[in-house]
């Protein structure tokens, strides 16, 4: 136990490390886009880790977390649409209207369970989506375009996001703080309430936990951190359209916490940097890739219990 603990934490800080030292390597080797690349990766494993927060360690299958990214990225887009570009402005309330959805389609969705539950997240989700559709004043289906980064100024302070590498690592350190943060989460009365519920609701219940809130509480902070990745990635792309909240880039988000492996710390990076790379080179490589992506990911699932994350263990105990 101790060897397989101490390997995975051997590669956890590999990965890290190689994020840390991409903006010198990616030039290095004369393929700077990869800079880009992998700042977008970032971006979708702060989501995966917060979907994985109430699907793998609370057991809630939602279907529609792109909502939350979506609604973080549009409040951006739409301050600067308005030439409001003060992140001390910006960001605060893309997470409380994040959060605030979140506690909305969270308490509603609830109440099911199962398939049920599923189907209402996906619903809620969709809802947000054609609200951007139907948004004509903000660009509808051909998006908007944000022509200035979040600036921050206040008393002197001006902190500029403006400089690729700047932003890479504010992206970088965001990840890190959510990493921890969530850790130190799942492993408090609350985060192990959660498990519990996940593990046997009923149980709790006749204890007199409120499980309900706790699962509540969880859906929450989980919506605002996709929020916040949403809000990085409209920074970064410097454009949002309703695609980015659409149905299949919660299927897509799904499937990185998936690959990782659900209910673990570092799965969901680890499946958004495979999710990612692996269709990067695929589809530099031939334009039909996802007739090669799709029976892999099928494998994945079928074969690799517990994700990527999974094999690593297997090989350890076996070797």
């Given at each position: 136990?101790?060897?397989?603990?101490?390997?995975?934490?051997?590669?956890?800080?590999?990965?890290?490390?190689?994020?840390?030292?991409?903006?010198?390597?990616?030039?290095?080797?004369?393929?700077?886009?990869?800079?880009?690349?992998?700042?977008?990766?970032m971006i979708w494993s702060i989501a995966a880790v917060g979907l994985n927060l109430v699907l793998g360690y609370g057991g809630m299958?939602?279907?529609?977390?792109?909502?939350?990214?979506?609604?973080?990225?549009?409040?951006?887009?739409?301050?600067?649409?308005?030439?409001?570009?003060?992140?001390?402005?910006?960001?605060?309330?893309?997470?409380?209207?994040s959060?605030?959805?979140?506690?909305?389609?969270?308490?509603?969705?609830?109440?099911?369970?199962?398939?049920?539950?599923?189907?209402?997240?996906?619903?809620?989700?969709?809802?947000?989506?054609?609200?951007?559709?139907?948004a004509d004043k903000y660009g509808s289906n051909d998006g908007m375009n944000i022509w200035n980064r979040s600036e921050f100024k206040i008393s002197g302070l001006n902190f500029s996001i403006d400089d690729s590498l700047t932003f890479y690592y504010l992206i970088f350190f965001i990840l890190v703080l959510i990493v921890f943060l969530v850790r130190r989460l799942v492993n408090s009365?609350?985060?192990?309430?959660?498990?519990?519920?996940?593990?046997?609701?009923?149980?709790l219940e006749m204890l007199g936990v409120p499980t309900y809130i706790y699962k509540l509480t969880a859906f929450v902070i989980?919506?605002?951190?996709?929020?916040?990745?949403?809000?990085?990635?409209?920074?970064?792309?410097?454009?949002v359209s309703p695609d980015m909240m659409d149905w299949p880039r919660s299927g897509e988000l799904m499937f990185m916490v998936i690959m990782g492996g659900m209910g673990t710390l570092m799965g969901p990076v680890l499946g958004a940097t495979a999710f990612?790379?692996?269709?990067?080179?695929?589809?530099?490589?031939?334009?039909?890739?996802?007739?090669?992506?799709?029976?892999?990911?099928?494998?994945?699932?079928?074969?690799?219990?517990g994700g990527l994350g999974g094999i690593i263990d297997r090989g350890q105990k076996d070797g």
């Amino acid at each position: 136990m101790r060897l397989k603990k101490k390997v995975q934490e051997i590669g956890v800080s590999c990965l890290f490390i190689l994020f840390a030292v991409m903006p010198i390597l990616a030039p290095a080797i004369g393929e700077a886009f990869y800079v880009d690349v992998f700042a977008r990766i970032m971006i979708w494993s702060i989501a995966a880790v917060g979907l994985n927060l109430v699907l793998g360690y609370g057991g809630m299958i939602s279907f529609g977390h792109a909502a939350y990214i979506g609604l973080g990225g549009y409040t951006i887009a739409i301050f600067s649409f308005h030439e409001i570009n003060n992140g001390f402005i910006q960001w605060p309330v893309a997470l409380l209207i994040s959060g605030l959805a979140a506690l909305l389609f969270g308490a509603l969705s609830l109440r099911t369970r199962g398939v049920y539950f599923i189907m209402i997240t996906l619903a809620f989700a969709q809802m947000v989506y054609f609200l951007g559709v139907s948004a004509d004043k903000y660009g509808s289906n051909d998006g908007m375009n944000i022509w200035n980064r979040s600036e921050f100024k206040i008393s002197g302070l001006n902190f500029s996001i403006d400089d690729s590498l700047t932003f890479y690592y504010l992206i970088f350190f965001i990840l890190v703080l959510i990493v921890f943060l969530v850790r130190r989460l799942v492993n408090s009365r609350f985060g192990m309430a959660i498990q519990g519920a996940r593990s046997n609701e009923s149980r709790l219940e006749m204890l007199g936990v409120p499980t309900y809130i706790y699962k509540l509480t969880a859906f929450v902070i989980s919506g605002v951190i996709c929020g916040l990745a949403g809000i990085l990635q409209a920074n970064f792309e410097r454009f949002v359209s309703p695609d980015m909240m659409d149905w299949p880039r919660s299927g897509e988000l799904m499937f990185m916490v998936i690959m990782g492996g659900m209910g673990t710390l570092m799965g969901p990076v680890l499946g958004a940097t495979a999710f990612l790379v692996l269709s990067e080179v695929l589809s530099s490589l031939t334009i039909h890739w996802h007739l090669i992506f799709g029976p892999l990911l099928i494998i994945l699932v079928l074969y690799a219990r517990g994700g990527l994350g999974g094999i690593i263990d297997r090989g350890q105990k076996d070797g």
